[in-house]
């Protein structure tokens, strides 16, 4: 499969990366931040790595033809507290909208600790990867996730990684894209 990948930072001050994929003719928005519609205007699906205000709150901008996140991050969307913007943000953020879970339509990897639910979502070439892995270190735990569940999904990841090829990117939901292979060399949360 030929991806194209844009990425936008979005959701000031948190400068959050959004991306933008053409499948099949279709656009793919993972986690739209404040500010996407002056990126993508098209009808698109919405694919949420976790439910933090930053990566959602440019949904209600979008013409959403269906949203994806998982199960356990799905309350997130409409509830101000979880989603943090009752804390962060000037507005709240409530995403009246039906859902969709992500596993059953995308290739996933479950990755709780930043937050319960998050994902990687896994494409031929592309791993995004949210708040869960940086380019050179790992999403918090204390907003709303779990220390022990982090330990074992960085075990998890770490088997992930060494699995697919070194070239493929890794896009996280904040900073700078990286391949496999860079990752491995500068996320010391990786070294052997
Ligand atoms: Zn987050």
Known sequence: ?????????TSP????NTYVLEVLGETLVVDPGEGISRFVNEPAFVLV????????S???????????????????????KANL????MDWNVVLDLP???IEKFFNVLAVP????????????????TGDTVFADTIGR??????????ERTLEKVRRFFSEIPKDWLVCPGHGEVVTVGELLKKNPFFHE
């Open 1 to 9: 499969m030929d991806l194209k990948v844009s990425r936008f930072v």
């Open 99 to 101: 859902f969709e879970e």
């Open 58 to 80: 440019g949904v209600p901008e979008l013409k959403v033809k269906k949203l994806f996140v998982s199960k356990e991050d799905s309350h997130m969307l409409s509830d101000p």
């Open 13 to 16: 001050p948190f400068e959050t």
């Open 113 to 128: 600790g930043h937050t319960r639910g998050s994902r990687f979502v896994v494409f031929e070439g592309v791993v995004f």
């Open 141 to 150: 735990v204390d907003l709303s996730g779990s220390e022990e569940e982090m």
């Open 85 to 88: 913007s009752a804390d962060f």
């Open 49 to 56: 790595t976790h439910g933090h205000c930053d990566h959602i």
